[in-house]
């Protein structure tokens, strides 16, 4: 007997279903009211509600029954973890499904990091799917650690495990046609994939062009009027809720019963420690709904549409043949996980995670490579410098201009006004290539802060006061081979080592997450009142998002999609 005649059997009570689970507050994506009654499920799948013999039964009176999370856009690199750990934290907050784009690995590693994530991704009880990264390396103004042709992103597409074309964050070379771009696009579209874009305040006539392109979704949009335009666009608009971008205050008023299928709630980024403190989906259900949101319409943004999107035809909702992927919550205002069911396996109950860990596979080696001299004086030229300015809550920067701080015919760092030196230097080929800049807002009085994750190459990337102390934390990532660290007065206050590709721990999630608590009260303790300093540093040098960042290569005018001179004439 098949498996399709077996579930069949036991949908028409022919056959014993495996559990019923009794008494719950069933959510129906369908029409976004809840019923109270019984499932049933046998195999991984839902068989449905009407009464049939099952083996166990699990009284769930009292709670609301919930499809599994879906994830609609997530970097699984920004949380630090490798996937078996990332799908423990998730799973026990209810996200059952993934969408991830992989193209911060790809930056550094090329196919080799993708297929080493797919391998391990596989592993889980989470369901992960995959994006190709469209854009490696991400810009023209950057030295990736790998390439990936139109050629490689065609043979990735044809893989069942990737489902979409991976962001466009090239949007310019969308908009005036560049044939490479085009091209992938091109291939994305023969095999009637997803393609996601990101195009931060495009509109008009440019967002016309961008959605004739083939993009279909944005996650970038930082005002209401945007996401409105891009709305009307045809785009799916994915409102972030990440550990350094925050969108769900602005973007909220957008959605609407009748337009909540085309919005969905995403994270982007989010980091190992708010994971465990805060939550994921589960977080931005209920910042939604303390903002307004009926919780009928908050829960449909994170099964049903991002399902719908992404053609993910067996999942998002409760009906027979869907996915026995089901979360069990006390209240819809809190959203607290009870129970999870991945596949119809009980993973996670009452704050217990019951599957058990495995040990991850070997990660493929990547050594820091630094240039043999690293001279971080910056002579003055008698003139005003442009400066980075951090914009609270977003990834966005703004582009100022400044009077520079001299010292012995030296531009240097100013804590005084919170204007600090800022270096980005290429690591993954040894070009000897890096580049200065200052930045304003991240409020260290003294010491240094220096990471390898960088977006989107993942250069090395340093903040600080003094020269010392920046070269100090540039050597001690290059012994860890990558990772974040904090140093001040020549010393090394806390670091965290990522020795997959400069990204990654393979560390628990919780000794992950202490780090990180470590490492932020260390900057804090400098001086620094940001809420997540190293993501915020790791977008310094995302040269696709406005206004100046900073690359391996120099000072990117991301408005003007040029490189410019650190002094203003």
């Given at each position: 007997m098949s498996t399709l005649e077996a579930l069949l059997a036991k949908a028409r009570g022919e056959e014993t279903a495996e559990l019923v689970l009794k008494g719950a507050k069933i959510f129906d994506v369908f029409s976004a009211t809840f019923e109270e009654g019984d499932l049933y499920f046998a195999g991984g799948f839902i068989l449905?509600?009407?009464?049939?013999?099952?083996?166990?039964?699990?009284?769930?009176?009292?709670?609301?029954?919930?499809?599994?999370?879906?994830?609609?856009?997530?970097?699984?690199?920004?949380?630090?973890?490798?996937?078996?750990?990332?799908?423990?934290?998730?799973?026990?907050?209810?996200?059952?499904?993934?969408?991830c784009d992989p193209h911060e690995i790809a930056n550094v590693l090329g196919l080799e990091g993708l297929f080493y994530l797919v391998s391990e991704a596989r592993q889980t009880p989470l369901d992960f799917f995959f994006t190709v990264p469209s854009c490696v390396p991400a810009s023209p103004f950057e030295t990736a650690g790998a390439v990936l042709s139109a050629d490689e992103v065609a043979t990735l597409l044809r893989r069942e495990d990737f489902i979409a074309l991976g962001e466009m964050m090239?949007?310019?070379?969308?908009?005036?046609?560049?044939?490479?771009?085009?091209?992938?696009?091109?291939?994305?579209?023969?095999?009637?994939?997803?393609?996601?874009?990101?195009?931060?305040?495009?509109?008009?006539?440019?967002?016309?062009?961008?959605?004739?392109?083939?993009?279909?979704?944005?996650?970038?949009?930082?005002?209401?009027?945007e996401a409105r335009e891009k709305l009307r666009a045809g785009m799916r608009i994915f409102i972030r809720r990440g550990s350094v971008a925050n969108n769900l205050p602005a973007l909220l008023p957008l959605v609407r019963p009748e337009n909540a299928l085309f919005c969905s709630l995403v994270s982007d980024d989010v980091s190992a420690r708010e994971l465990l403190e805060e939550g994921h989906l589960d977080r931005a259900l209920r910042e939604a709904v303390a903002q307004g949101l009926a919780p009928e319409t908050a829960l449909r943004l994170v099964t049903i549409s991002p399902a719908l999107y992404f053609g993910l035809a067996d999942r998002g909702g409760i009906f027979p043949g869907a996915r026995a992927d089901l979360v069990a919550v006390s209240d819809l205002?809190?959203?607290?996980?009870?129970?999870?069911?991945?596949?119809?396996?009980?993973?996670?109950?009452?704050?217990?995670?019951?599957?058990?860990?495995?040990?991850?596979?070997?990660?493929?080696?990547?050594?820091?490579?630094?240039?043999?001299?690293?001279?971080?004086?910056?002579?003055?030229?008698?003139?005003?410098?442009?400066?980075?300015?951090?914009?609270?809550?977003?990834?966005?920067?703004?582009?100022?201009?400044?009077?520079?701080?001299?010292?012995?015919?030296?531009?240097?760092?100013?804590?005084?006004?919170?204007?600090?030196?800022?270096?980005?230097?290429?690591?993954?080929?040894?070009?000897?290539?890096?580049?200065?800049?200052?930045?304003?807002?991240?409020?260290?009085?003294?010491?240094?802060?220096?990471?390898?994750?960088?977006?989107?190459?993942?250069?090395?990337?340093?903040?600080?006061?003094?020269?010392?102390?920046?070269?100090?934390?540039?050597?001690?990532?290059?012994?860890?081979?990558?990772?974040?660290?904090?140093?001040?007065?020549?010393?090394?206050?806390?670091?965290?080592?990522?020795?997959?590709?400069?990204?990654?721990?393979?560390?628990?999630?919780?000794?992950?997450?202490?780090?990180?608590?470590?490492?932020?009260?260390?900057?804090?303790?400098?001086?620094?009142?940001?809420?997540?300093?190293?993501?915020?540093?790791?977008?310094?040098?995302?040269?696709?998002?406005?206004s100046l960042k900073i690359t391996d290569r120099g000072l990117v005018d991301v408005e003007k999609f040029d490189f410019v001179d650190l002094f203003v004439a």
């Open positions: 449905g509600r009407a009464p049939r013999p099952a083996r166990e039964s699990l009284d769930l009176s009292g709670l609301y029954l919930l499809p599994g999370f879906i994830e609609g856009h997530l970097h699984l690199e920004s949380s630090y973890l490798l996937p078996q750990e990332l799908a423990r934290l998730l799973l026990s907050r209810g996200t059952t499904t993934v969408v090239n949007f310019p070379g969308v908009i005036n046609g560049d044939p490479e771009v085009l091209s992938k696009i091109r291939a994305a579209k023969i095999l009637q994939k997803p393609i996601d874009g990101h195009a931060p305040t495009v509109g008009g006539k440019e967002l016309e062009a961008y959605r004739l392109a083939g993009p279909a979704s944005d996650h970038e949009c930082l005002r209401l009027e205002k809190n959203f607290e996980v009870q129970y999870v069911w991945a596949r119809g396996e009980l993973v996670f109950q009452e704050g217990k995670w019951l599957p058990g860990q495995r040990r991850p596979a070997p990660f493929p080696e990547h050594p820091v490579r630094l240039p043999e001299k690293i001279d971080l004086t910056i002579p003055h030229r008698g003139a005003k410098i442009r400066v980075i300015g951090l914009v609270p809550g977003e990834i966005v920067t703004e582009h100022l201009v400044l009077e520079p701080r001299v010292e012995g015919g030296e531009v240097v760092s100013d804590p005084s006004r919170d204007i600090l030196k800022i270096v980005c230097l290429e690591r993954h080929h040894g070009t000897g290539h890096y580049a200065m800049g200052f930045v304003k807002g991240f409020g260290l009085k003294e010491g240094a802060l220096g990471t390898t994750v960088a977006h989107d190459s993942h250069q090395m990337l340093l903040v600080g006061v003094e020269d010392a102390d920046l070269l100090l934390a540039a050597r001690r990532l290059r012994e860890l081979s990558g990772g974040l660290v904090v140093v001040a007065k020549g010393e090394i206050l806390a670091e965290l080592p990522l020795p997959v590709a400069g990204l990654l721990s393979n560390l628990a999630a919780e000794e992950v997450a202490e780090r990180l608590e470590k490492l932020k009260e260390e900057a804090q303790g400098l001086g620094s009142e940001l809420p997540e300093p190293f993501m915020a540093l790791s977008f310094l040098s995302l040269a696709v998002i406005p």
